[in-house]
């Protein structure tokens, strides 16, 4: 977006597949993710990445960085693209006055029947670019539990609420919608259930805005349904008080 003129720019070819990926494929796990500031956009995506060591393609997080005229910045891995872990979601949100690069992470090493999937982020600097000195970024959430659907919620006092799916209590159990308040270092506060939620992993479509002090999440939700085709789907909405 330029600031400026109020206009868009494009089209621009953010990324395409080139010989790092098996087959020149480039799978898409979520919906692509973008925000901007500064008048600057960081495009968040996940993409299939040959790795070296293991001769397979292994789904990393992608983050671009755009300038308001359409040129793209840079095109880099949100976290290290040697190591073992694969991903599956890969977003963006403001949090705490900048943008912030949140990605999920499972480990190929991992054999647990439930394994472990931790949420990482890195704040963006305050020109509007990716922090060169992230290293893997930071474990916002890593306790030993499956979860999905990552959704931040930006409040106005430097604070932000964190809410996901949660499947902590395993495959055959109903997952959970569970929320947290992320401080300006990116640390997680107390967790919450919302017990009525009835949700499908990755299909839970969080949305949410601030307003007056709370936060408003709402969410799809299944309690009507059942199985198969008439599931029965309805739109829900919680304050998370916090």
Known sequence: VDEAKQAMTGPVVVMHADASDSNNYVPFFQPTSVRSQHGNSLVSY???YM?????????????ATLSSTGAVMGNDFAGPAADFSFHKESRVFIHNGRMLPMWTAEWLNDSATNPSVHVYGTQATAQGTLDSARGAGTDVLSNSDSRSDIFLISGETGVSVLAWVDNRQGPNVLPQVRYAVLDGALKLGPEKVIS?????????????????GNVVLVWVDYRQGGPGANQRPEVWMETLWF
């Open 46 to 48: 996940v993409r299939a």
């Open 196 to 212: 009525h939620a009835n949700v499908v992993g990755q299909l839970a479509d969080f949305g949410g805005t601030y307003v007056g």
């Open 51 to 63: 790795h070296p060591l293991v001769q397979t393609p292994v789904y990393k997080p992608r983050i």
